[in-house]
């Protein structure tokens, strides 16, 4: 792959976002308004800092609101509609036309990072790699077993502590991440996992850790809204 063809990015962004309601009743999670815009302006608009310009949205709750922000804003994306909510697993396997046979970027549609973060993350080599950051509370998270800059294994939302390292959920992956994909049964919960396919490759030595530079800013639920916002005002 030529060095100076920017990777597409894939936006995952097809979740309702039970952890918002209820202002996620009428909108996807992605569109909630933060200082009068919605969040996933300041996603698309801090990629295109960094200099990524061909986008996928996966999109699925709501997708027609997401399709009038887009109109409304003037981005240019590709919708790609994840029929049914089967896991973040599920929704990067309906990327797959879209990211052809390159390697390519996905990142959660409420999530910001810094320009430094979005920038290092386009790596041009045959791994795969998981933007990680320290946290206080890492039992809310996929913690991140690391060898040697390798990921080593993701231990998700574990009831005993095994470190402070987690996953922003940014990812750069390589085409191999299709076929691990195919491989994953469904979990518990009735979805394909994309943790358990990013495990997988890290078997293979195939998974790298990248470490965030800037920041981290999680949407996760109504409470990170007023920080995000506070944030926002003062970058």
């Not at 990524?52 to 609101?65: A, D, L, R, S």
């Not at 910001?112 to 080599?125: A, I, P, R, T, V």
């Amino acid at each position: 792959m030529e060095n100076n063809k920017k990777m597409k990015v894939v936006i995952l962004a097809g979740g309702k976002g039970t952890r918002m309601l209820p202002l996620t009743n009428e909108i996807p999670k992605v569109l909630v308004e933060i200082n009068g815009k919605e969040f996933l302006y300041y996603v698309i608009k801090s990629l295109q800092k960094a200099g990524y310009e061909n986008f996928g949205i996966v999109v699925g709750y709501k997708k027609e609101k997401i399709e009038e922000f887009l109109k409304r804003e003037n981005f240019q994306a590709t919708l790609i509609e994840q029929k049914e909510q089967k896991g973040t697993g599920d929704a990067v396997m309906c990327a797959r036309e879209f990211a052809g046979k390159d390697d390519f970027i996905v990142l959660g549609g409420d999530g910001l990072w810094g320009l430094k973060d979005l920038k290092q993350m386009e790596k041009h080599d045959n791994f795969n790699y998981i933007s990680a950051i320290e946290t206080e509370s890492p039992e809310k998270y996929g913690v991140l077993i690391e060898e040697n800059e390798f990921l080593k294994e993701i231990k998700e939302k574990p009831k005993e502590y095994c470190g402070n390292l987690i996953s922003t959920g940014f990812y750069k992956f390589t085409p191999e991440i299709f076929e691990a994909l195919q491989k994953v049964d469904l979990s518990p919960r009735g979805e394909h996992e994309l943790t358990d396919a990013i495990t997988m490759l890290a078997k293979e030595q195939k998974v790298k850790i990248l470490k965030v530079k800037e920041f981290w800013k999680d949407l996760g639920n109504i409470k990170d809204i007023e920080p995000v916002s506070d944030f926002l005002k003062k970058n």
